[in-house]
């Protein structure tokens, strides 16, 4: 299947087709089915106090399944939204309304200059699983009450990771890892300059700590636009950007 993922707001044409086609179960589902459509969970959100700042879908070929397919988004407490601070809690929410995904929140920190959002890895912040029989929104909100909880450590942790300068060659080891995770299998691997990953793309990213260079890393492993030699070619090509919903959420977890 084809994926791609794409930004919006809760007023974008394709999160109003799903809010519009997913009042009813896709056909064909079992009868024991219970839908738990997205947009009645962003307005459970927002009643918490988030606002909706990306959303993002797979792209289906096959005829029924568009307006039904995985989808993922990232709130936002509003307060912080509208202060526009740089960095700010995040809670990623996937679903499917389709039957293929369970409801999925996880927790995170999210950059509002580059709308990166990076989510935290099972060790440190579990996810929360939710399957669709047993949804109810005092099971939403106490799994978000709980995610919340467990964010004051995120904010300790950024703080030492931008306290703690890296050297060239531990910024390198942590760039040649990125690539292990963008590439897990290492016969697709490429070769990959870490000058190209470490290179900031704007003023806000200059700087040797951890946070900065994880911050560079990320953007660059999920957007592309760096060059590598694969393989499977003589010359080199420029990356695209990842597209799948299940590989940018792996991706940012593992690191």
Same mark, same amino acid.
């Given at each position: ?88 809690? !995040?809670?990623? &929410?996937?679903?499917? %309304?389709?039957?293929?995904? /369970?409801? =999925? @929140? ?5 950059? +509002? ?11 440190? !912040?579990?996810? &929360?699983?939710?399957? %669709?029989?047993?949804?109810? /929104?005092? =099971? @939403? ?5 709980? +995610? ?11 703080? !030492? ?95």
């Amino acid at each position: 299947m084809n994926n791609a993922t794409e930004p919006a707001n809760d007023r974008s044409e394709k999160f109003q087709k799903i809010s519009m086609e997913s009042t009813l179960a896709k056909k064909g589902l079992s009868a024991n089915y219970r839908l738990i459509d997205t947009s009645s969970i962003v307005r459970q959100m927002q009643t918490l106090g988030f606002e909706m700042v990306h959303y993002s879908q797979t792209r289906v070929r096959t005829k029924g399944r568009d307006g039904f397919q995985k989808h993922l988004i990232y709130l936002c407490p509003a307060a912080d939204v509208l202060e526009r601070n740089e960095v700010i809690p !995040l809670i990623s &929410v996937t679903n499917s %309304h389709d039957g293929t995904t /369970a409801l =999925r @929140l996880c927790a995170g920190m999210y950059r +509002l200059v580059c709308s990166n959002g990076l989510i935290v890895g099972e060790g440190t !912040l579990s996810a &929360v699983r939710i399957i %669709h029989r047993d949804y109810s /929104a005092a =099971r @939403l909100e106490k799994s978000v009450e709980g +995610l919340l909880r467990g964010m004051g450590h995120l904010k300790v942790a950024r703080k !030492l990771w931008s306290e703690f300068a890296l050297s060239p060659a531990m910024a390198n080891r942590f760039a040649h890892a990125a690539v292990a995770i963008r590439w897990p299998v290492s016969q697709d691997r490429p070769t990959v300059a870490v000058s190209d990953l470490l290179a900031p793309i704007r003023a806000e990213d200059n700087g040797n700590s951890l946070w900065h260079i994880l911050n560079r890393v990320q953007e660059k492993k999920l957007l592309g636009g760096f060059e590598a030699c694969f393989k499977s070619s003589t010359e080199r090509r420029r990356v695209r950007r990842i597209q799948g919903i299940d590989s940018i959420v792996r991706i940012n977890r593992g690191l």
